[in-house]
């Protein structure tokens, strides 16, 4: 089983709808975190969670929310989604790391969103 | 803030012949580097980091990278590229400094073309 795995893979919606992007590891992280990716923009920080009460913005928060249900469960919600949203979803996870000991971050598949 | 810039969108290279895959870095304390690679429909994978030692830092799949401290670059290499080389490669850095927050700021990417 991977250790990051986004739920669902792929994922067609309508505009106006709320729609959920799942993402459980096993890796044992504290900290997980919601990307998108889209086409020469590379990857920009949704939200991010260092423990389950901590939850922040990143850079492009507008139109999304988080729920953190347990240290090993991170989703992403779009409220009402809209045709902009349309993208590859990444959820990755890590460890405080302070002395850089790890390999930075563990990514899931990806979910890629289209909506129409 | 700590940002990346991967100059090139695109970097073409025919197999056997050197490849080298740019990347520049801004950030307050000391930096740790990263490089991902993404395959297609796939998530980003690990491929070397620095984080401090020696400059050149060896990777998976016969990888490298160039620290240069005074012109803030940690360009990607491989002697002899492969067709299976081509993947789109991602640059990320992040603050070394105690209490930086582990939270890693991603380049554009750049994606490697190796022809035969």
């Known amino acids: 089983d991977a250790d990051v795995t986004q739920t669902p893979r792929n994922r067609i919606t309508k505009t106006g709808k709320r729609i959920m992007l799942e993402c459980s590891q096993t890796k044992g992280h504290d900290r997980m975190y919601w990307y998108r990716q889209d086409p020469g923009l590379g990857l920009r920080l949704i939200y991010y969670s260092f423990d389950v009460k901590d939850i922040n913005k990143g850079e492009i928060s507008d139109g999304y929310s988080v729920s953190r249900q347990a240290q090993a469960k991170f989703s992403l919600s779009l409220e009402s989604a809209i045709p902009n949203q349309t993208a590859l979803y990444f959820c990755?996870?890590?460890?405080?790391?302070?002395?850089?000991?790890?390999?930075?971050?563990?990514f899931g598949s990806g979910t890629r969103l289209t909506v129409v | 803030a700590q940002s990346v810039a991967q100059p090139e969108d695109q970097v073409n290279v025919a197999e056997g012949n050197p490849l080298t895959v740019k990347c520049t870095y801004s950030?307050?304390?000391?930096?740790?580097l990263f490089w991902y690679v993404q395959y297609p429909n796939r998530g980003l994978q690990f491929l070397l980091k620095y984080i401090t030692g020696d400059n050149l830092v060896k990777g998976s799949y016969g990888f490298e990278a160039e620290f240069n401290k005074s012109q803030t670059s940690f360009h990607l290499k491989k002697p002899s590229a492969l067709v299976s080389d081509s993947a789109l490669y991602f640059c990320a850095v992040r603050d070394g400094r105690t209490g930086g927050g582990n939270k890693l700021t991603f380049g554009t990417g750049t994606q490697l073309k190796v022809e035969l």
């Open positions: 950030v307050s304390g000391n930096p740790y």
């Open positions: 990755a996870t890590s460890d405080p790391d302070p002395q850089g000991t790890s390999r930075g971050y563990t």
